[in-house]
């Protein structure tokens, strides 16, 4: 069985700085995607980033980076110029895609510091 | 975002009650998701469909059944609620194809007493 690990609870950043959140997982596939989510206070789950495990290069979206190491089985988000609305419960996720579920880490909750 | 929905979207109620969460989707894919989201867990699996009338369970799927008799709509029920069974309850949608993604809605949060 697949699983992810998230080894931070909570970070801390203050605004306009750089943070990164950390995760690793465990899988014998070798193709699958990576995922974080992003859920603020309002509950709603947010994609932030996607990753398809067969593509090298690492994927981004704006201010938000991933370093996906596949051979270490980790995969990390950077998140730049850390914004007010940033602050969220970030979780890492794995997925065989079709039919099967999502495997979810335990989440970081970030704060950003004004 | 995608078109889902979910209904309703806060319960309370009793012990030894049937409970049903409705999850509603406008964007005809094909795989539907139920998770459920308690502290300190993340989100686990609960049962998942892969077509009308095609579902199968998740890796917490007692105490709970599903039903998909249309396309866009996904059913969970809770034969005789427990308060074990109190959590935030997620559907979540993909489509299938080479871009795929999960999508999820906006939650329902259940409590049973």
């Known amino acids: 069985a697949q699983t992810v690990t998230q080894s931070q609870p909570e970070m801390s950043v203050q605004e306009a700085e750089t943070v990164t959140l950390s995760c690793t997982y465990d899988?014998?596939?070798?193709?699958?995607?990576l995922f974080w989510y992003k859920q603020p206070p309002s509950r709603q789950m947010i994609l932030v980033i996607r990753q398809e495990a067969y593509k090298q290069q690492n994927a981004t979206e704006n201010r938000f980076s991933v370093n996906f190491q596949k051979a270490a089985k980790s995969f990390s988000l950077k998140i730049s110029d850390s914004q007010l609305g940033d602050a969220a419960m970030y979780f890492c996720?794995?997925?065989?895609?079709?039919?099967?579920?999502?495997?979810f880490g335990k989440g970081t909750h970030l704060i950003i510091q004004p | 975002d995608a078109g889902i929905t979910q209904s309703p979207r806060h319960k309370v109620t009793e012990t030894g009650t049937p409970v049903t969460l409705r999850c509603h989707q406008t964007e005809n894919h094909r795989y539907m998701y139920w998770y459920r989201q308690d502290p300190g867990h993340g989100l686990r699996l609960i049962h998942y469909s892969y077509g009308v009338k095609d579902t199968d369970k998740g890796e917490v799927s007692d105490g709970y059944s599903v039903s998909r008799s249309k396309t866009e709509d996904f059913l969970l029920t809770l034969e005789s609620a427990t308060s074990s069974q109190t959590s935030v309850y997620f559907c979540?949608?993909?489509?299938?194809?080479?871009?795929?993604?999960?999508?999820f809605g906006p939650g329902t949060r259940l409590t049973v007493l």
């Open positions: 899988t014998s596939e070798s193709d699958y995607y």
């Open positions: 996720a794995y997925w065989r895609g079709g039919a099967d579920g999502l495997t």
């Open positions: 979540a949608i993909s489509s299938g194809t080479n871009t795929d993604t999960q999508y």
